[in-house]
């Protein structure tokens, strides 16, 4: 638990001096200087509206920011089927209000595919610069000129709703400000059609930030739980450590999960930080900052040079030596997501989304476990302490209990089976089982003798099932 706070106040610090996003860094880095013009439908096709396909929405959201530089032929790796919402990134505006459009708009391809198989397209608004944004937020005529200009640009393009990336706001526009202007864009566009999805994408660490009231002001907050180590780190570390990305949903955003979770959907990377560092070892001392890595490479380069695992942080890093020095690279992947996506579905939020589709290129590993995880019926259901996912089920009793808790679970068929125990900040506290097992009815007898009272979490894994059990220990 000590360590869970030091990590979360160093992360906070380190947040706190990384004045330019991931998403305002990745812009300037891969969103100038295109080389390449992708092949496009002829720009008199038309556009289509979302046809409603039953039962995605009753689904868990996927949602996906496809930023206009990955608009190229990995377009064409968009998993459909399993998104929800694909947010067209970016649209930026002055502060007059004016909009601008991505590179190569409209995507006319990419909306009629996303359409035609029930996911949402929403328009996403950039605001990087506190100054424009400032004058934006008072100027009555610039905010007016700014909301038809949304409206005309929803309707123009058949789109679903807005998503509004304003970052960096003046420490003044993170309240009263901010949440105003949220509510009154709502109140606008939903009197066009309330079918109109309006959302934020909301601070990890929300610091001055009302996040219960900005909450109240729109559809849902985009949380983008991610640049907690970066350009800016003195050791080398994750961008999502496991127990920051639990404390910002539990504590940070705790009156939202109180009061409505499904207003909430967890942002994660698809990308990955390189440093030139002292050693290979997990937070290593910083030499020098080398770049952003994506997915699509880090899954291939790790193979080769061989994948460590941070306990710590929950995620995956690789090293290797070059250049008289040592090289190390954290990211996310499969295994490392689907812990977070766990904790989406224990804290039953409206779902996930990724920082940024095509960061994954051809690879099918994280689309398959968003597929496992939140489409095949594996979603997280609790009734009476049972948990149930496909014919995968786990109880116990009693709960809450006070010394010793029988785990009751049921595996299907023969696979390898992972069970795992957290505490509320989302610590790995011991390893119950990890082994090859054949289908039948199995008992685990879980002792508190190590353990404090309170919370804590089952994470569960047999084959591709991955679901979470909530116990409580009272002493």
Request: proline share 4%; glycine share 6%; charged share 15%.
């Amino acid at each position: 638990m000590k360590y869970s706070i030091l990590l979360f106040l160093a992360s906070f610090i380190a947040f706190a001096q990384n004045t330019t996003s991931v998403h305002a860094y990745h812009k300037q880095i891969f969103g100038s200087n295109l080389t390449f013009t992708p092949n496009q439908l002829s720009s008199n096709q038309k556009i289509i509206p979302l046809q409603v396909k039953p039962g995605k929405a009753d689904r868990a959201a996927i949602f996906g920011y496809l930023p206009y530089w990955e608009y190229s032929a990995d377009r064409q790796y968009l998993r459909y089927d399993i998104l929800t919402h694909i947010a067209m990134f970016d649209f930026g505006v002055d502060a007059a209000g004016n909009v601008s459009s991505p590179s190569w708009w409209p995507w006319t391809d990419v909306i009629n595919a996303a359409h035609s198989n029930g996911v949402k397209v929403i328009m996403c608004v950039t605001g990087f610069d506190s100054v424009q944004t400032h004058k934006l937020f008072i100027n009555t005529t610039a905010k007016a000129n700014f909301f038809a200009n949304v409206k005309q640009m929803i309707q123009s393009y058949q789109m679903d709703g807005v998503n509004i990336d304003f970052e960096a706001l003046n420490p003044s526009d993170r309240t009263t400000v901010i949440n105003s202007f949220m509510a009154d864009l709502t109140t606008y566009l939903k009197s066009f059609s309330t079918a109109y999805e309006i959302s934020f994408a909301g601070p990890a660490l929300t610091g001055t930030w009302n996040v219960a009231e900005l909450a109240n002001s729109l559809d849902y907050i985009f949380i983008m739980g991610y640049d907690f180590y970066g350009s800016w780190s003195s050791t080398t570390g994750a961008s999502a450590p496991f127990p920051s990305i639990a404390s910002v949903i539990q504590n940070n955003y705790a009156n939202v999960i109180r009061n409505n979770p499904k207003k909430l959907i967890l942002g994660v990377p698809y990308y990955g930080n390189r440093w030139k560092a002292k050693t290979t070892g997990p937070h290593a001392q910083v030499i020098q900052y080398e770049k952003h890595t994506f997915f699509r490479d880090d899954v291939t380069l790790s193979a080769n040079y061989g994948t460590q695992w941070a306990t710590d942080d929950q995620v995956p890093y690789y090293s290797f030596a070059a250049d008289t020095g040592y090289h190390q690279t954290w990211f996310e992947n499969d295994s490392s997501l689907s812990i977070k996506y766990a904790l989406a579905q224990y804290r039953s939020l409206r779902g996930v989304g990724m920082w940024a589709l095509g960061y994954d290129g051809s690879r099918n590993e994280l689309w398959n476990k968003l597929y496992n995880m939140f489409v095949a019926g594996s979603n997280v259901q609790e009734h009476s302490g049972v948990l149930q996912s496909k014919n995968f089920t786990m109880s116990n009793y009693p709960n809450p209990f006070n010394a010793t808790t029988i785990l009751q679970y049921n595996v299907p068929v023969r696979s390898k089976v992972s069970l795992r125990l957290y505490d509320c900040t989302g610590r790995e506290v011991a390893v119950l089982i990890d082994k090859e097992m054949d289908a039948g009815s199995y008992k685990y007898a879980l002792t508190a003798d190590q353990l404090s009272s309170g919370i804590y979490f089952v994470r569960a894994i047999a084959g591709s099932v991955t679901v979470c059990h909530k116990i409580a220990l009272l002493k």
